[in-house]
Structure formats: structure tokens, C-alpha cells
């Protein structure tokens, strides 16, 4: 079993940057980000494939996150430039056996317990 922590949440103001990590206990595969606003669903935000050659991004966060990872450390990193309200949320790290970028969250086998980013209006 991996365990998934991240950090690097907290409250940024709008426009502002901020940059998640999430450490995993152990080697994973493909990792992902989520984020869940309140009343909300969680939603993808961005995958990152093992060798962190292929990445993907959530039309709404193309251009202004960038996702990266550092398999030495089994650290995922997720680097959001220009903030915006709406984007806050609770994000959640996840992680697959597969190598390939998984987008779904179905296709994630572990899950962190989120770090919350706030964006105030």
C-alpha cells in the first residue's frame, strides 16, 4: 500500500502562485491531481505519466499549471500560477500502478487526504 501526502496548500491571494508536493511512501506509476470545491465534485486537474514525458492538464488550468515529478524522491509537484477564486479547493494527489497518465479517477489506485488551497475574492 502507498501512502500519498501532500503539502504545500494554503491561502494565496488571486493571481498569485503557489507549488504542491506529494510525497509517496513507495515507487508508484502515473500520478495525478485532483481538486474538490465545496458542494462540488472532484475533478481532474492534471496527470503526470511515470517517466514524466507525457502530461495533461484540465483545459481550465492549460498554460498556468505545470506538473512535474522527481522519481528519486517519489515527489509530485504541481507549480499554479495565476490563481483564481474559483480554484479554491481541496487538491488531492493520486497515483496508479500504470505507467501511462491516467485521467480518471477510477483509474487511480491510491489517493492523498488533500491539502487545501484558498483563493480569497
Request: with cysteine; charged share 20%.
Amino acid at each position: 500500500q502507498v501512502q500519498l501526502v501532500e503539502s504545500g496548500g494554503g491561502l494565496v491571494q488571486a493571481g498569485g502562485s503557489l507549488r504542491l508536493s506529494c510525497a509517496a511512501s513507495g515507487r508508484t506509476g502515473a500520478m495525478g491531481w485532483f481538486r474538490q470545491a465545496p458542494g462540488k465534485e472532484r475533478d481532474f486537474v492534471a496527470s503526470i505519466s511515470w517517466s514524466g514525458g507525457s502530461t495533461y492538464y484540465a483545459d481550465s488550468v492549460k498554460g498556468r499549471f505545470t506538473s512535474s515529478r522527481d522519481n528519486a524522491k517519489n515527489t509530485v509537484y504541481l507549480q499554479m500560477n495565476s490563481l483564481k477564486h474559483e480554484e479554491t479547493a481541496v487538491y488531492y494527489c493520486a497515483a496508479a500502478r500504470q505507467r501511462s497518465a491516467v485521467l480518471a479517477k477510477k483509474g487511480m489506485d491510491y489517493w492523498g487526504k488533500g491539502t487545501l488551497v484558498t483563493v480569497p475574492s
